[in-house]
């Protein structure tokens, strides 16, 4: 039996024993998992340094600040996620108890992505926690450094058979979905999501896939260009572009183009001196494969800024990209690194017809003052998300669910949406035996009598909010007055 098998027998037949169900002991392991981010630090961040070339404050910022945060809000709400739900009741269930149950759906396989290591393999586990799962962590292999920081780490606060670390590559991931589980979580490409689908497929295990694709980003000729492409530059080029809801490339008008161009210049002086290369908040790309094909992409595109590479530190400049068209080969596939393309479009229309030609995005970026033109970019196109003059931020609001739609992705995580996604939200209803007389028009022998009543009771609508302030006694007249007219009705 393999290391695989055998961690995913563990944490069923700890998972069985019902040691998640106690809200108490979610929130012992939620405070140990933040206890292992306050006391090993310097650890994660050695290991983020290595893998991606992130300084210390960009490894707090966009990775362990994130985990942080989602996890004192679990520990905070917990108890209100996991509480019986009372739903809207109708005339048929007016004296019944009526609620939906958030219970634990079994174990979960997380395999997260290299490009943010620990905030994007953790934030899932953090809902796996909260919603009494047992989880199977499997780290990417591309992060290394991460990897084995991450099963060095985890084992030593988190319950090692409930929520084990299993590290490797291909095989061990191929090897782990051969395995039947209760939902997989996975972040990465498109193109091993749908292998990741297509192995789910043979259990009938549920998928929450948080994929990329080319993320549009419109720039309105009247807005504010200045602070706008501050905003995307910033977004753009963090993590050396290794981000999946990082502006792909940018659409205007030729007007613009120039100033554009400029104003990205300066926003990138300002953020990483004149030497990006010895800027400490500037990355690294991941891997020699990568480094190749990124620079691969920027084939027959004019270089407006940037294009110096070093391919034995990993490093790709800012490089932002003019005269390039749908056709070129920088526009065929996601860019994950620092390349920013500028297409020039004959407005907000010509614009829409462009992102609707291609999937649908993670997230649509649009910058401009007018609220009718942002409103028509949110009618008349789809995404995981729209955000109106800023980028990636909306990621940062748990409140937001985050995922995309189609080729970017299917599923919502993030707070109280990751708790929901990893939960079975357990429709219960509680009737008494009484008042039987109320099902006289459900029983045999039917008649046109009894279908007269029974639709007036399914299409008409009860005030229940209205009714509870009449209070309980009110209603329960009511319904023996209404048993007692069903009664006259049908069986004298």
Request: proline share 5%.
């Amino acid at each position: 039996m393999s290391r695989e098998q055998l961690a995913v027998q563990r944490a069923r037949r700890s998972f069985q024993t019902g040691r998640t169900k106690p809200l108490e002991f979610r929130i012992q392991q939620l405070k140990r998992l933040q206890s292992c981010f306050q006391e090993r630090q310097r650890d994660i961040k050695r290991a983020l340094q290595k893998d991606l070339g992130k300084s210390e404050y960009s490894s707090e910022l966009y990775e362990m600040l994130l985990v942080e945060a989602e996890i004192h809000l679990s520990v905070t709400r917990l108890a209100e996620w996991a509480a019986p739900r009372p739903v809207e009741k109708n005339i048929f269930t007016l004296s019944d108890d009526v609620y939906v149950k958030p219970e634990p759906l079994g174990v979960v396989l997380i395999i997260g992505p290299w490009n943010y290591p620990w905030s994007l393999t953790l934030l899932p586990l953090v809902g796996a926690i909260a919603a009494g799962d047992a989880a199977i962590v499997k780290p990417s292999e591309i992060s290394s450094n991460s990897s084995k920081v991450m099963a060095e780490l985890l084992p030593l606060y988190l319950d090692q058979d409930l929520y084990p670390v299993v590290e490797g590559g291909v095989p061990e991931t191929q090897e782990l979905l051969k395995q039947r589980f209760d939902h997989i979580f996975y972040t990465g490409s498109t193109s091993v999501g749908q292998l990741v689908m297509e192995a789910a497929a043979r259990h009938l295990t549920p998928v929450t896939l948080e994929l990329g694709g080319k993320s549009p980003c419109f720039i309105d000729k009247n807005c504010d260009i200045k602070t706008a492409c501050r905003r995307i530059t910033w977004a753009k080029f963090i993590n050396c572009g290794q981000t999946c809801i990082a502006p792909d490339f940018i659409l205007c008008e030729p007007s613009v183009q120039s100033r554009v161009v400029e104003a990205i210049k300066k926003c990138i002086k300002e953020f990483y001196a004149d030497s990006p290369k010895t800027s400490d908040d500037y990355g690294r790309i991941v891997s020699q494969r990568q480094f190749r094909r990124i620079m691969g992409l920027m084939d027959g595109c004019t270089v407006a800024f940037g294009g110096d590479a070093d391919e034995s530190q990993g490093y790709i400049g800012p490089t932002v990209l003019q005269d390039v068209t749908a056709e070129s080969k920088v526009m065929q596939e996601e860019i994950f690194g620092p390349l920013l393309p500028i297409i020039t479009v004959d407005g907000v229309d010509e614009a829409i017809r462009f992102m609707n030609k291609r999937e649908k995005p993670l997230v649509i970026y649009v910058f401009s003052h007018d609220d009718k033109l942002i409103k028509k970019v949110i009618a008349e196109t789809s995404s995981g998300a729209l955000v109106a003059n800023d980028c990636i931020v909306h990621f940062l609001d748990s409140a937001l669910p985050f995922g995309g739609v189609g080729h970017s992705g299917m599923g919502r995580y993030r707070g109280r949406h990751t708790f929901d996604q990893l939960s079975n939200l357990r429709s219960c209803m509680i009737k008494q035996l009484k008042m039987e007389a109320l099902n006289s028009m459900r029983y045999p022998p039917l008649s046109a009598k009894k279908l007269g009543w029974a639709r007036r009771f399914v299409l008409s609508h009860v005030n229940v909010q209205r009714l509870r302030s009449m209070g309980a006694l009110v209603v329960l007249a009511m319904l023996a007055g209404l048993a007692a007219f069903v009664v006259q009705r049908f069986l004298r």
